[in-house]
């Protein structure tokens, strides 16, 4: 919200040594925070005057287009008293007209310098300006025509225009709707200073209601509580909005449009409520405010046509909707440049309603902005009587009689308060008068007693709710700064919970070989899966859909990293990484097919049974733990010949967490997209499986801008960490020497080499220390389907060196164990 200063002080008398910095400190500390304060003048220097078109001589251009050479008279700002020679492009003006003039050695914003230079055939010396040319608005099609009385010419156009004016920008917080108003703004300035005087410029007298108003129905008493209309006739189209209430809009950041829209916007911005005009001459029959029928359609302001929804509060007349109350008008009752008749309409809508419907249409609008967060419903009356007295006195217009009037404000619900809450809450010394005095300050009704007070909220405040609210007021006022600095104390035994130690060693892990972690974006579409390759019955596919996604493309909660994992990793291999080992870890979501869930309203904690409701909708959430490793593994170097990431590698992550966490994990194989059919291992521990690693499918790879033979995994974390043990006991060493034998088992060529590892491990007993496979060998020396796999065990004993008997005993349990389960044949 943009608030110019002397707008400000037109509502409330501060004190004179108080500088603008001091009211945006003070502001800042009640809760209108500071963004920045601004000067319309910050980036003009130089001579910026008024001038008078004298003569206006168009001339067509080969290029088809006209311009205007034009003598202008600045008086004896250029120095010589003569007329200025200026080529200008605009065409909204005529001779005779006041315009604004910067001469040669200015600068406009955006280090634009102005010089005389030779264009069009003319030496053109200077510039008329525009208002987005001033930095003053984005109006560009036509320059700035000044009222007869803007002065005479050489005149000082900084003054003229306002540009001297500083206006405070504020952020305004969206439970503090009043502070999108003058009104709002200058009361709390008035709050901040002692001793000031505040006017409320919604305080005025307005007529009563009567029966010759225009005739309004109100069906939907709840979306409408209060619609106010009157009527001026005889408006003057054509009259120009005055310089000063245009410099106003323009300083609050909106455009002047036409006398009658600029007057609405003048009064939103000055009270805060907000007000609709209609073209009188383009009703018919009685306005009726009701909710929309479902499909309904209209076309807003903005030229769109709209499909309402049941929920859709709408205004009506005889020819059907003529606006979406509350959020923008239609077109069809659209104030134009012949409107002599105008229905002012000034009505309270049901902020919920309003921001729904806001959302659901995706429209944004300064009227809007207010409605969605509540607006006083008491000053309609005076809003609207605010209007017509503008309309009358800037527009030569009638007030006809009748004052429409239909339902009543709202009553604010009082709130119950101790007169120690704000000093138990805040740790400031506040005593009872202080609370009392504070909450009358902010416009309150105060009840005291002997046991407390009940508090009555203002009718602008509709976010004073609660006792806590009231709290709130109280310290703004007192002073946020006055709030003690205690540090809290932490409790006893406590420290990370066992899936937070877990998490953190598996990130360890992951660092320790290499990989780097990333964040991606965790919403799909149909393309994410598309590219994986995955089938059309693939349970991956079956998504939780986003009631208002970010994208289009991507509506759905991804039920696999991968795809994010995989696009980061085509993204650094594509701007020259020469291998990558990224990793991730992150929700997925599979839906449960309990219906949506039940929306229940804030003004309560739900109880358990409508929280077991909210839970079962909820969709399983599991921890997943996605890694893709593609490219360089190992790097070349002086020291060797580097290697390319592969499946082993994959797998290898997986069994090196399970080793860091006390679990075995065992591959088998499996067909799984993404991955390559031959590719691809199952991770289990015992029954359980984990998920799935390996190489990707070679049309993943290249769909993706991947390498070749790139490797991914993912698995369910969750599952990993309720089998980890916590404590992970240290390795044990024996100082005893190791007896080394190596074995060769001829295996059918499908048996993984993992399974004939785990048959040696339990066969070879207690005294097994490690054992490696380190050569896969096929020839015709072992037979076609078949494949050798040489093994190297290591033995060793606690308590004793092992003797040759010993060792060899545990090396030919392991062959038989081997030779039982996967039919191995020693070489």
Known sequence: MKAPLSWIKEYVDLPAEVTTEQLTDRLTDLGLKLEAIHSAADGITGPLVVGKVL??????????????????????????????????????????????????????????????????GHLSAGMICSARELGLGEDHDGIIVLPADAGAPGTDA???????????????????????????????????????????????????????????????????PVFVARTVTGFDPAALTPAWLAERITHAGMRPISLAVDITNY????????????????????IRVRRASEGERMTTLDGAERTLSAEDLVVTDDSGIIGLGGVMGGETTEMSDVTTNILVEAAHWDATSMFRTGKRHKISSEAG????????????????????????????????????????????????IDYDLPARISGIAIDSETVVADLQAIGASVDADADGIT?????????????????????????????PSVLPREAAGRGLTRPQRLRRRIGRTLAGAGCVEVVSFPFVGPASFDALGLPADDVRRKTVLLANPLSA?????????????LKAAARN?????????????????????????????????????????????????????????????????????????????????????????????????????????????????????????GELHPQVCAGLGLPARSAALEIDLDQLMDLATVVVPGPSFSSFPVAKEDV???????????????????????????????????????????????????????????????????????????AEVVGAVQR
């Open 369 to 416: 902005k207010r409605n969605e967060r509540g607006v006083d419903p008491t000053i309609c009356e005076a809003a609207a009587d605010r209007v017509v007295e503008l309309l009358v006195e800037l527009g030569g217009g009638t007030v006809a009689p009748g004052v429409t009037v239909v339902g009543t404000p709202p009553a604010a619900p009082s709130v119950r």
């Open 55 to 120: 003569t206006m001589d168009p001339e067509p251009q080969k290029n088809g287009k006209t311009i205007n050479w034009c003598t202008v008279d600045v008086g004896d700002a250029n120095g010589t008293g003569e007329p200025q020679g200026i080529v200008c492009g605009a065409h909204n003006f005529a001779p005779g007209d006041l315009v604004v003039v910067i001469l040669p050695g200015g600068v406009l914003p955006g280090n634009f310098e102005i010089s005389a230079r030779k264009t069009y």
């Open 744 to 818: 060769a088992l001829v295996v059918d060529a499908d048996v993984p080499s993992a399974s004939v590892e785990a048959a040696l491990r339990e066969g070879a007993g207690d005294l097994l220390e490690s054992v490696r496979l380190f050569d896969v060998y096929t020839g015709e020396q072992i037979g076609e389907g078949r494949k050798s796999l040489a093994f190297a065990l290591r033995f060793r004993a606690t308590d004793r060196t092992l003797t040759e008997g010993e060792a060899g005993a545990a090396r030919d349990a392991a062959v038989a164990r081997a």
């Open 267 to 286: 009064v939103m911005l000055e009270t805060g409520r907000p007000i609709h005009g209609y073209d009188l001459d383009k009703l018919q029959g009685t």
């Open 455 to 483: 508090v009555t909220p203002p009718p602008w405040r509709p976010d004073i709710t609660d006792p806590f609210d009231l709290v709130e007021e109280v310290v703004r006022i007192v002073g946020y700064d006055q709030v």
């Open 553 to 565: 493309e991507e509506p759905a909660y991804t039920t696999t990293l991968l795809p994010g994992v």
């Open 158 to 224: 900084f003054d003229v225009l306002g540009l001297r004016e500083e206006v405070i920008e504020f952020e305004i917080n969206p439970d503090r709707a009043y502070g999108l108003s003058l009104r709002g703004i200058a009361r709390e300035a008035a709050l901040g200073f002692d001793g000031t005087t505040y006017r409320d410029p919604a305080l005025r007298a307005t007529p009563a209601a009567d029966a010759a108003g225009y005739p309004v129905v109100v069906d939907d008493a709840a979306g409408c």
């Open 573 to 693: 291999i594509g701007r020259g990484a020469p291998g990558v080992a990224l990793f991730e870890t992150g929700t997925v979501a599979f839906p449960v097919d309990r219906g949506p869930a039940p929306i229940y309203g804030v003004d309560r904690r739900p109880d358990v049974a409508e929280l077991d409701k909210l839970y079962e909708a909820l969709p399983r959430q599991p921890l997943h733990l996605a890694v893709v490793l593609a490219g360089e593994r190992e790097r070349a170097g002086w020291w060797g010949s580097g290697r390319e990431a592969g499946w082993s590698d994959a797998i290898g992550l997986v069994r090196r967490l399970g080793e860091e966490l006390g679990v075995t994990v065992e591959p088998r194989r499996a067909v799984l997209m993404p991955w390559h059919p031959g590719r691809c291992a199952e991770l289990t521990v015992g029954e359980v499986v984990l998920g799935h690693a």
